[in-house]
Nanobody, 117 residues
């Protein structure tokens, strides 16, 4: 499975961005998916996650009410709608997928989100 993120960029505080993660390869084996982020000097953190069918989602407290995760399994794509962005949301955002019976982690290469104040 290959994961490719897109949609990052520079935005002013209060603005919005929509990230996409396109999966290819053995997509039938993808289980839960999620978005992580990492800013300089900090550990990678889970931002949001979604189950295989999309029925259950999880959000970090820092993004609740501002970010929305979704997935379109027909298009093998996951999304992260980010609204009311803050400078502290600046980070590289990574797509993660749990693959197969062992839920092995697969990662995209990341997309940079920069929020200016």
């Amino acid at each position: 499975v290959q994961l490719v993120e897109s949609g990052g960029g520079l935005v002013q505080a209060g603005g919005s961005l929509r990230l996409s993660c396109a999966a290819s390869g053995s997509t039938f084996s993808i289980n839960a998916m999620g978005w992580f982020r990492q800013s300089p000097g900090k550990q990678r953190e889970l931002v949001a996650a979604i189950t295989s069918g999309g029925g259950t989602t999880y959000y970090a407290d820092s993004v609740k009410g501002r970010f929305t995760i979704s997935r379109d399994n027909a298009k093998n794509t996951m999304y992260l709608q980010m609204n009311s962005l803050r400078p502290e949301d600046t980070a590289v955002y990574y797509c993660n997928a749990k693959i197969g019976a062992d839920s092995m982690d697969y990662w995209g290469k990341g997309t940079l989100v920069t929020v200016s104040s």
